[in-house]
């Protein structure tokens, strides 16, 4: 009795501030109030009596069975309340009861928004789960085409031998010709190396020329030796010296690097254009002779970079 006592009493409460926030009648302020003061006697009536039945002593193996029992009661009591109870009206004041009403409607309007914004989220999402659906479809549909396509050419093939063995014919004589053009370029390069190392041999090292003065090119603490009859180019940019094979001897001490051959700068330059033709540049190290890249460069064979003279590129003449 005592807690739906307080239930009620709490709920005019809340009903009590609600009016007086919106600022209803004065005499429907004093009816509630009225009735507030009479189910606080009620309530307190209920708590004496409650107190004056006082407490008794369980053992502790009964006490879990007594408040099962006691719980049972309870809601037997509140089960056969419920069934003989009536609707009542918290009061028949027409001003409390409009805005009583105009507080339910509220409370209503309030749930519908919110069931109407998640079936509108609901809705979306099943959108784009049909969007999405729909495209799969396409693309299987879109792929099926294909795959019935590629089988109506294959069943074509096979009605129409003639055809295939047209298209293998067409395949070999493509691998002639690819095998023709590598033989043809075997041949070129090996033509441009023996004529590479007929009229441009590397330089002589550490060897000396009985009784002709030799030029000797100094580069990065090594001495190169050029033989008389190569020495007809204009290396204007090489510091040249005249000695003879006497004084060369005294140098034999100084490192001796391995020059690459005009051939291999030159296929260098042409891997690095066909291969990376955005950086064509190639690196100018120690075992590139001075001579040779004089060479390239004053005859347009090769270009210089820009900003970076240690490094070079052959000339796009296939532009």
């Not at 809340?14 to 600022?23: H, M, Q, R």
């Not at 409370?107 to 659906?133: G, I």
């Amino acid at each position: 009795m005592a807690p739906r006592i307080e239930r009620r009493e709490a709920a005019m409460a809340e009903y009590l501030s609600e009016i007086a926030n919106t600022g209803g009648p004065v005499d429907a302020k004093e009816e509630l109030l009225d009735e507030c003061e009479d189910i606080w006697k009620q309530m307190e009536e209920c708590q004496s009596k409650l107190m004056l039945l006082g407490t008794e002593t369980l053992l502790p193996s009964d006490a879990k069975l007594y408040l099962l029992m006691l719980q049972w009661k309870a809601l037997t009591v509140d089960f056969h309340q419920w069934q003989a109870r009536n609707p009542e009206l918290i009061s028949t004041n027409p001003d409390v009861l409009l805005e009583l009403g105009k507080e339910e409607l509220q409370k209503v309007k309030n749930d519908l928004e919110m069931v109407l914004s998640t079936v509108q989220s609901k809705n979306k999402q099943l959108e784009e789960d049909l969007k999405r659906e729909q495209q799969w479809y396409e693309e299987q549909k879109q792929m099926l085409e294909t795959l019935n396509k590629i089988e109506e050419e294959e069943n074509t093939q096979v009605e129409h031998p003639s055809t295939k063995s047209l298209k293998i014919r067409e395949l070999n004589e493509l691998k002639n010709k690819v095998l023709k053009l590598k033989t043809y370029k075997e041949e070129l390069l090996s033509a441009l190396g023996g004529f590479l190392d007929e009229h441009f041999p590397l330089p002589e090292i550490g060897e000396n020329i009985k009784k002709k003065p030799n030029i000797k090119i100094k580069a990065d603490r090594c001495y190169w030796v050029i033989a008389p009859g190569f020495a007809e180019f204009p290396w204007s940019r090489l510091s040249v010296e005249t000695e003879t094979s006497d004084s060369l001897q005294n140098s034999s001490a100084e490192p001796v690097v391995e020059l690459k051959t005009l051939q291999e700068i030159l296929e260098m330059l042409i891997n690095t254009l066909i291969a990376t033709p955005h950086e064509p540049y190639i690196t100018i190290n120690e075992s590139f002779w001075p001579p040779y890249i004089e060479l390239l460069l004053r005859h347009g064979m090769a270009l210089r970079h820009p900003e970076d003279p240690n490094r070079m590129r052959l000339q796009a003449f296939h532009k």
